[in-house]
């Protein structure tokens, strides 16, 4: 089992910056995938980001992201962060966590383990 906490979320005007964290516990020592997931009111979770490989050596981004968002982890601290830069207002929607032992795949689907999620709101 693997427990996921998100933490950093909150209110930014557009073009602010935000970082966000997760902390990971229980059985994290042979996590493969870990990714930040967002979905905005009526709409379908999305992925954002990921973190693959046991060293967290891979990562992928979705195109609406990339160059704004970059992700790292930290396996000694057991902890996954979400810098996210050049915000706007589309990037609205509550972030989460997510973890998986296995996958290989950027789908929400695909991954078992979820935190509870934080709110980013970006707005003038």
């Known amino acids: 089992q693997v427990t996921l906490v998100e933490s950093g979320g909150g209110l930014v005007q557009p073009g602010g910056s935000l970082r966000l964290s997760c902390t990971a516990s229980?059985?994290?020592?042979?996590?493969?995938?870990m990714g930040w997931f967002r979905q905005a009111p009526g709409k379908e979770r999305e992925f954002v980001a990921a973190s693959m490989t046991l060293s967290g050596a891979r990562t992928y981004y979705s195109n609406s992201v990339k160059g704004r968002f970059t992700i790292s982890r930290d396996n000694a601290k057991n902890m996954l962060y979400l810098q996210m830069n050049s915000l706007k207002a589309e990037d609205t929607a509550v972030y989460y966590c997510a973890a998986d032992l296995r996958s290989t795949s950027t789908s929400w689907k695909d991954y078992n383990y979820w935190g509870q999620g934080t709110q980013v709101t970006v707005s003038s």
């Open positions: 229980g059985r994290t020592f042979n996590i493969y995938a």
